[in-house]
């Protein structure tokens, strides 16, 4: 099973920008799907950003543009560039891999913390 590890986190200004990256132990090159989600504290994990084969793409109502999501097959990595952040995107955001579109064989990624805060 692939492993995902996500890096890019940290502390920003409202306003700021950060750009998060999914590296995956294996080739993502033949997954259906890749994405982002978050959970901020008391609240359900939700989705941000996905990306379905080499092109579609789908984004939570709250972050459609501010936020991108590109795939990199070659390096096996993806990548959310977040843009104009506000206190309340700060969370846990967590990498997403499906490998088909039977959404229960997903993997998770550990989560990296994202706080927006002066």
């Known amino acids: 099973q692939v492993q995902l590890v996500e890096s890019g986190g940290g502390l920003v200004q409202p306003g700021g920008s950060l750009t998060l990256a999914c590296v995956a132990s294996?080739?993502?090159?033949?997954?259906?799907?890749m994405g982002w989600h978050r959970q901020a504290p008391g609240k359900e994990r939700e989705l941000v950003a996905r990306?379905?084969?080499?092109?579609?793409?789908d984004f939570a109502d709250s972050m459609k543009g501010r936020v991108t999501i590109d795939r990199d097959n070659a390096k096996n990595t993806v990548y959310l560039q977040m843009n104009s952040l506000k206190p309340e995107d700060t969370a846990v955001y967590y990498c997403s891999a499906d490998p088909s579109p039977i959404l229960t064989l997903r993997v998770w990624g550990q989560g990296t913390q994202v706080t927006v805060s002066s």
């Open positions: 294996g080739s993502i090159a033949s997954f259906f799907a």
């Open positions: 990306i379905i084969g080499y092109g579609r793409t």
